[in-house]
Structures are given as structure tokens and as C-alpha cells.
């Protein structure tokens, strides 16, 4: 069993940042595959970003290229997602996902076997 807990979000202005963390129970963490979702009111969830085991490749969706970086650091089993320039529209309840024993996870959600329980992010205009 895998717990994933986010932290980090928050309300901030247009334009501001916002790091989230996603802290992963485990000792193997090394070998899950990592993604970012996120869900709005009324909206599908809908994936944000992905990072290999390894953590050197990513992947954006368009509405988070440029603005938005997923990291990891697999010595303190964590994943971030660095957001920038952040708009009204990425506000949503934020998501880490994880894919145990996998290189890579994805776009899918139905890819991941384990969530977290989401962490608040509203951008006021």
C-alpha cells in the first residue's frame, strides 16, 4: 500500500506561484512513476503533468507547459509541481498519483494505482 500526501496549496493572485509537494510513504519509492492531476468544480479530472522513476523526463500537459515544472527528489520521497504565472482557471483541487514498479505513468489516470487525498489551489483574478 502507497500513501501519497499533497501539501502546498493554497489561494494566491493571478500571476503568483505556488509549489505543491506530494510526500510518498514506502521505501521504494524510487521505483513509482509520478503524476500531477487536477480537478476543477463541475469538471473531469484532467492530468497536469508526469515524471519518469528516475525523474529525468516530463511531461505537460498544453495548459501547463512553460508555467508548470513536476520534480522529484527520491531520497526524501517527494514529487513537487512548481506552478508559475498562475491563472484564475487553474483553480482546481490538486492531485499526485502514483504507479508502483513502473518507468512511466503517463496521461492516463487510469494508469496510477494510488491518489492522494488533494490539496486546494484557488488563483483569484
Known amino acids: 500500500q502507497v500513501q501519497l500526501v499533497e501539501s502546498g496549496g493554497g489561494l494566491v493572485q493571478a500571476g503568483g506561484s505556488l509549489r505543491l509537494s506530494c510526500a510518498a510513504s514506502?521505501?521504494?519509492?524510487?521505483?513509482?512513476?509520478m503524476g500531477w492531476f487536477r480537478q476543477a468544480p463541475g469538471k473531469e479530472r484532467e492530468f497536469v503533468a508526469a515524471?519518469?522513476?528516475?525523474?529525468?523526463?516530463?511531461s505537460y500537459a498544453d495548459s501547463a507547459k512553460g508555467r508548470f515544472t513536476i520534480s522529484r527528489d527520491n531520497a526524501k520521497n517527494t514529487v513537487y509541481l512548481q506552478m508559475n504565472s498562475l491563472k484564475p482557471e487553474d483553480t482546481a483541487v490538486y492531485y499526485c498519483?502514483?504507479?508502483?514498479?513502473?518507468?512511466?505513468?503517463?496521461?492516463?489516470?487510469?494508469?496510477?494505482?494510488?491518489w492522494g487525498q488533494g490539496t486546494q489551489v484557488t488563483v483569484s483574478s
Open positions: 514506502g521505501r521504494t519509492f524510487s521505483s513509482y512513476a
Open positions: 498519483a502514483a504507479r508502483p514498479r513502473a518507468y512511466y505513468g503517463g496521461s492516463d489516470g487510469e494508469n496510477y494505482d494510488y
Open positions: 515524471i519518469i522513476r528516475s525523474g529525468g523526463t516530463t
